[in-house]
């Protein structure tokens, strides 16, 4: 190996630290519950990343994986199949190393994730089948000699779940000071099972008795296959939360460390974003209204068992990336959802504390 390599790539981790150095960590705010329940809500908030989601942690994770692994020098051109928060992300970190980057994408990629992607330096590919992705993205790592980053596969093993500042180390350190420092549930979505792989690991590894819980939006593997122990369940429809919820089931997801899957409706969880926006003035997407809601379930059985304790849940990304859409009363009414019912169920659920 040249000395040149070597350099080139201890000065991109380098800068790789240099990044995570810079940012602050990502804040934990309480969601108001009333005292006398005697149970707290806590939303780790991952939209104030400096690319806007949790996916920051991943993106840097990967290319840290990547470059370690000497799968990453100077000239490679970093490729991926995401048309989302980790594309955004990892154009940012591939520009900071001066790489080009390349992320296929579904032709109906909503304008506003396009133009963050582009806005970073990153170049969008498009497939008209989104089940077309991967292999495209594979195709063109190997035609240009590239380093396809392959987040769905890699997400798990790239992420360190002993700690090194991981989500959930973060978690339990922001809690340490709390009435109830060890939670009794997590709550996170999947999209590539990361997250819930971080967590679920995490915990075992230090012994806390703490659960984790993911919250599932329609049209999604994931249930099904944590129900019946299955990894061939496919729906073959791509979810309507983006970020969360996949037509197949991702290397990434790890069943056996996650202790319930919960089902969440689609306008339920664009309910949730408003009355969270309503409640905390925070601005939200959609993955995190479906975090609430299956959040607002399992404190409503605690409350109902009268068990005290903590819940922490994610604000996966910021609500200006669905302005357009989630946010939009019309469009939400244009495809046919209905998020009255869900509504008055939650805003029941924080007068009483059940969920009916
Ligand atoms: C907005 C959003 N929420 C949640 C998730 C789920 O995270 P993970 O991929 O770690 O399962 C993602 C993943 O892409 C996301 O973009």
Redesign the pocket.
Known sequence: MTVDRCTWVRDAIRLLEADANRSADTHLHVFPLPLEWGVDLYLKDESVHPTG???HR?ARSLILYGLVNGRIVEGTTLVEA?S???AVSEAYFARMLGLDFVTVVPRATSPEKIELIEFYGGRCHYVDVPGEMYAEAERLAAESGGHYLD?FTY?ERATDWRGNNNIAESVFDQLSAERFPVPSWIV?????????ATFGRYVRYRRHPTRVAVVDPENSAFYEAWRTGRSDVATGIPSRI???GRPRVEP?FVPGVIDEVLPIPDAASFAAIRLLRERTLHWA????GTNLVGAFQLIARMVAAGQQGSVVT?I??GGARYAHTYHDDAWVAAQGHDIGQHRERMDRFLETGAWS
Request: charged residues 10%.
């Open positions: 989601s949790l996916k991943l995401s989302g928060s980790t987040q997400a996170v979505g999947a999209g590539t099972g990361g997250t819930s983006e970020g969360i990434s997407g959609g993955s995190t994610l996966c990304d």
